[in-house]
């Protein structure tokens, strides 16, 4: 397969960052050749590429196309002869990265791209050796590769703009955010902020002011969640106000000569480099306020937050002991369960990022409601967290999911809940999702829920203690009418001819 004209790729170098490299090629259904001359290159390079395969199916589900084919050689002439994109990720050594680029310059064909992966050498003098030096520029990456967007981009003096734009289009093709790097600069752009934080680290670390978990925790939990959606600068002019950048500059520039830091050496703010960063800044905003921009902001750590949830990392394992201690706060507040009507135990609201492509919410975010309801009523009948971790729980075993209208962005929604039946160890439940009008259902799940010891993952009986509040329950339900939909099956009729 042909992905901006690539079809056949060599990566130079198999170690974390070439094997990285190789994955993604592959990913996208470009043929690889790995040149390596480790005893032990291919078993590597193949334990990073099963990584990246794990990590992108949960990303994408699949591959863009049918997987690229990866081959191993030590030979740089085997390996280069039919590439059309060559990427050298060897060691951060000039001499030996020379020696490397001659050869492929040697070898590999006039058409092709070759890109190296250092992460700080100047490509004008790694192009010093080549013949052909018009084809080569610096494609920095960032681990892991096959994952993390973003590549540096840098031409050196010999360097041709057609390259440049060339390269630029095939790594957006492999799903990659490329950044021009325009001047040549030791470390480029990404290198160079991050030494500076790790420099201010290791003094932290050397002081004994922090221990390097404590230092790791300042960012993970605070600033690096800002940083993965709007960087520095869009960050601090949030910080600014309805003043924007030019307030956040007058308020807390003077900082910058204060010895809170080793690094004191900083520019002057002048009042041009203070106009240069607000107009940039403005630019930057491209009109939204920062009402607008705040609320992207709390939009995006709301999906990080809640995409690192699930698995305990970071601030997710803070977000998923505040949801344990809710669910005890919830059980502590038991609603009356004896009232002769469905039980309205949750409400929502449609999020910005629950819609989909046509504005209205998205299938699986109703499951993620009615789930929700669901934690409710079970939190209602005596499930708290002392429950959970004793070993007991319901699980979801069916769901009927009936979509009767649209929810949009922004709406209020709430769920009104009724039971149905159940046993010692079964739950029947019919659950409505009603829209802001309050009236008609926008849509209903009818779920089986059954309770199980969570250690064995058999079914149990439930307590006598939930027993009890089911049985309430269950007595103020029965005379309610049996719900519109309830035990419908999917189709017109159940006749089979």
Known sequence: MSVAGIRQAACIGGGVIGAGWAARLAWHGIDVTVCDPHPEAERRVRTVIENAERALTQLWGGPVSERGAVNFTDDIEIAVKDADIIQESAPENMAVKHAILAEVD???????????????????ELQSVMERPGRFLVGHPFNPVYLLPLVEVCGGDRTDSESIERAMAVYRALGMQPLHVRTEIDGFLADRLMEALWREALWLVNDDVATVAEVDDAIRYGAGLRWAMMGTFMTYRIAGGEGGMRHFISQFGPALQWPWTKLTDVPE??????????????????GADVRDLERQRDDGLVAILQALKPHGIGAGAVVAAQERARVGARAAETPDLSRAQPLRLHTAQVLPGWTDYNGHMTEYRYLQVFGDAADALFAAIGVDAAYLDAGHSYYTVESHLRHLAEASAGEALHVETQLLSHDAKRLHVFHRLIGSDGGTPVATAEQMYLHVNTESGRTCPAPAEVMDRLQTLSAAHVGLPWPDGAGRSVGLSKNRT
């Open 106 to 124: 040697r070898y590999a064909s006039a058409e092709a791209l070759v890109c190296t992966s250092t992460s700080g050498l100047r490509p004008t």
């Open 269 to 286: 703010m002048t009042d041009a480099l203070i106009d240069k960063i607000a107009g940039q800044s403005d630019i930057q905003a491209d």
